[in-house]
């Protein structure tokens, strides 16, 4: 019985994903070069740590990068593009819907400490989460588990009892490596991606009411062993 739904945050709750490459692309360009689909994918869902843009500008410009200069022009770029986006459809009334049934929430997002909380404060949406764990809280971020794990251990729930939502393959990995369920609403950089690990694939959280998603999850988890095919909406 599924008692916690965990959520990431970047290109989930919010497309932060989309305005970020956008605006790196732009930054790149101004050096007469480009940042490449494929070097980006693979960062998406990970810790910016995980990979320094800055030093692969500077590999393919030729150019020492002052990141004093450059991060605060793409920094304030990125924002502004971020605050013109709304929360993605469907989010907002699965919070409430989860509420009501009584399901414990939480956030697990790669993100540096206070990034998800703050914007999930800004929006509104803070209070539906018993908690918000980032990249801080652990040693490693996805695709490592340790996120999900950490999360279940301080929900008090066992993994076959929660269900992760992720946009990323990075994300899906980490959930599934954790022992839990993953259903995963793909953002436009991410809807290319390989989700065959997936429990359900949706276009968007609105395209399904939460009630018939448990529904289905808790099908498949009932028929796992009689090959059930996964659902994609």
């Not at 509420?99 to 929006?123: D, E, F």
């Not at 793909?186 to 998603?213: I, Q, V, W």
């Amino acid at each position: 019985m599924i008692e916690a739904i965990l959520f990431d945050f970047d290109g989930l709750i919010l497309d932060t994903e989309t305005p970020e490459f956008d605006s790196w692309q732009e930054v790149f360009e101004s050096y007469g070069v480009r940042l490449e689909r494929r070097v980006w994918d693979w960062s998406i869902g990970r810790h910016s740590l995980d990979f320094d843009i800055y030093e692969h500008l500077s590999e393919l410009s030729g150019q020492p990068i002052e990141r004093k200069v450059v991060r605060p022009i793409m920094r304030r770029d990125y924002l502004e593009r971020i605050e013109r986006n709304p929360i993605l459809p469907g989010v907002e009334l699965y919070l409430t819907t989860a509420k009501q049934m009584g399901l414990k929430l939480a956030v697990a997002s790669s993100s540096s400490p206070g990034w998800a909380v703050g914007h999930l404060k800004s929006r509104g949406l803070l209070h539906y989460f018993e908690f918000v764990l980032s990249a801080g809280d652990v040693d490693k971020a996805k695709p490592d588990p340790e996120l999900y794990t950490m999360a279940v251990e301080r929900l008090g729930v066992q993994p076959q009892n929660a269900f992760a939502i992720e946009d990323s393959v990075n994300g899906l990995i980490a959930a599934k490596a954790a022992g839990l369920q993953c259903v995963v609403v793909p953002n436009p950089m991410t809807r290319g991606m390989g989700f065959d690990a997936a429990d359900m694939c949706l276009n968007s959280l609105s395209n399904m009411p939460l009630e018939k998603l448990l529904e289905n999850l808790q099908s498949q988890a009932s028929h796992r062993n009689g090959g059930l095919s996964k659902a994609k909406v």
